[in-house]
């Protein structure tokens, strides 16, 4: 992670910061590395971009920029979303000595949940998620670039993995794997869905709750912001929001899924076509599956892409998600039947 005073010097670039009173690292964040900047008249967030995960900086300010445009003009039903500030040259970034790219946004005053939702909360999410959902199919997914154009691009994981020897160490958990080919949705199946635009990384981590952890108030994180299937942001927000440990194995909490899936459903009245809603308990039941084989790849390579606290620590998280993804299928009836429920009026 880059130093403080390396930050404020880049932060000190933007004219809204008239002067630093204190600054901090921001822990949690796998990826980017960020700052709270505090001033006299409010606080920021300091972001310095990843180049070995985001390779096109400037593409992915410039979707930020057009979704801030998109959000003032679609006015208060807009979700709220954290502002950018340009820099005193003119540009929504600045870049160091290193080549490294930054970019200052808005504060909000808010912080994501510590321990899983509760009814109320799990409401909330719902809520908000179809929220931005109707406001980003507004979106004409052309005038967004891709950022991560293979996210999640399954088969692709998948092919990698095959061509690993299977070395003693990853072959018990690659056995399993081989297992679960079928849980792959096909390209033939893929490309019956809508292109949208979608969040791309709609995990707990990435919403912001007012401080009495009541009411959802904003998305942030919003650098894989990309043209994509609406499914896939929904089964990833179910999957990190209804995860639980259960003793010495991963769990999923059906009741928060159903209370979150049905005020989303309310939200997004409408909008889904019955392509989409036939393929959401297969993305459901994909989305951990898929986080498996990332970071199972992502170990292989290193642990390039998350950033981990020990090596082994992506090794791990793969068996977590595979055992994720497993109980999830074993409960496949009831999470249609919630599916069927949440949708039988709103298509």
């Not at 820099?87 to 290193?98: I, T």
Request: aromatic residues 8%.
């Amino acid at each position: 992670m880059a130093n403080t005073e390396h930050a404020k010097r880049i932060a000190c670039r933007f004219p809204v910061i008239t002067a630093v009173t204190e600054i901090a690292a921001v822990d949690g964040g796998l990826i980017n590395d960020s700052f709270k900047i505090t001033t006299p008249g409010g606080c920021y967030a300091l972001q310095r971009i990843n180049p070995q995960v985001f390779t096109t900086p400037q593409q992915i300010i410039a979707n930020l920029v057009h979704l801030q445009s998109a959000a003032q003009n679609y006015a208060a039903a807009a979700p709220r979303l954290p502002r950018l500030y340009p820099a005193a040259d003119g540009h929504w970034w600045q870049v160091d000595a290193a080549g490294s790219y930054w970019r200052l946004w808005e504060w909000i005053d808010g912080a994501p949940l510590v321990a899983p939702p509760t009814t109320a909360q799990a409401a909330e999410i719902g809520r908000i998620l179809g929220q931005f959902h109707r406001f980003t199919t507004t979106l004409d997914p052309q005038t967004f670039t891709p950022i991560l154009p293979h996210l999640h691009d399954s088969a692709r994981y998948w092919d990698q993995l095959q061509a690993q020897p299977p070395t003693p160490e990853i072959a018990p958990l690659l056995e399993l794997i081989d297992h679960r080919r079928a849980w792959l949705l096909s390209d033939d199946r893929l490309a019956q869905l809508p292109i949208r635009i979608v969040h791309g990384d709609p995990k707990c981590n990435n919403l912001l709750f007012d401080h009495r952890g009541s009411q959802a108030i904003a998305w942030i994180d919003l650098d894989t912001i990309q043209p994509g299937l609406l499914i896939q942001d929904i089964a990833d927000c179910l999957r990190s929001n209804c995860q639980r440990d259960q003793d010495d194995r991963i769990g999923f909490d059906l009741d928060c899924a159903e209370t979150l899936l049905t005020a989303y459903a309310q939200q997004v009245a409408g909008l889904l076509e019955h392509s989409e809603i036939d393929c959401l308990f297969a993305a459901i039941r994909l989305m951990p599956f898929e986080l498996c084989l990332r970071f199972l790849a992502d170990h292989l390579a290193e642990d390039r892409y998350f950033r981990v606290q020990y090596r082994g620590e992506n090794f791990h998280k793969a068996h977590r998600q595979l055992q994720l993804a497993i109980a999830i299928d074993d409960q496949q009836t009831a999470l249609a039947q919630i599916i069927a429920r949440c949708w039988s009026s709103t298509v």
